[in-house]
């Protein structure tokens, strides 16, 4: 199974960046796809984006044009790189592995997961 680490949460304000990153115990060149979930308390947790091995992303409908996925070529790290932050993207963010071909399906690995506050 794979281990993932994350890391690069903390404590911004509105409007601001950061980018998070997310390593792989495994080279993420055999790894299908990876995503980035987010949860708050209270709710379940959500997709917030997602690549496959063939670069091909996927965007939760309320982070398009301000996060980025991206994957680091042939090595164990991807990145979320997240700008124009706002309150409500304040939560625990998780990285997965899974597949995508059509919607991602999430695999059974799961980071630790990194705390996110952004406050108004």
């Known amino acids: 199974q794979v281990q993932l680490v994350e890391s690069g949460g903390g404590l911004v304000q509105a409007g601001e960046s950061l980018r998070l990153s997310c390593t792989a115990s495994?080279?993420?060149?055999?790894?299908?796809?990876l995503a980035w979930y987010r949860q708050t308390p209270g709710k379940q947790r959500e997709l917030v984006a997602a690549?496959?091995?063939?670069?091909?992303?996927n965007y939760a409908d309320s982070v398009k044009d301000r996060f980025t996925i991206s994957r680091a070529g042939r090595d164990n790290i991807i990145y979320l790189q997240m700008n124009n932050l706002k309150p409500e993207d304040t939560a625990v963010y998780y990285c997965?592995?899974?597949?995508?071909?059509?919607?991602?399906?999430?695999?059974?690995?799961w980071g630790t997961g990194v705390q996110v506050t952004v406050s108004s």
């Open positions: 997965n592995t899974g597949i995508m071909h059509g919607q991602y399906q999430p695999g059974s690995s």
């Open positions: 495994q080279r993420t060149f055999v790894i299908n796809s």
């Open positions: 690549i496959n091995h063939a670069g091909r992303t």
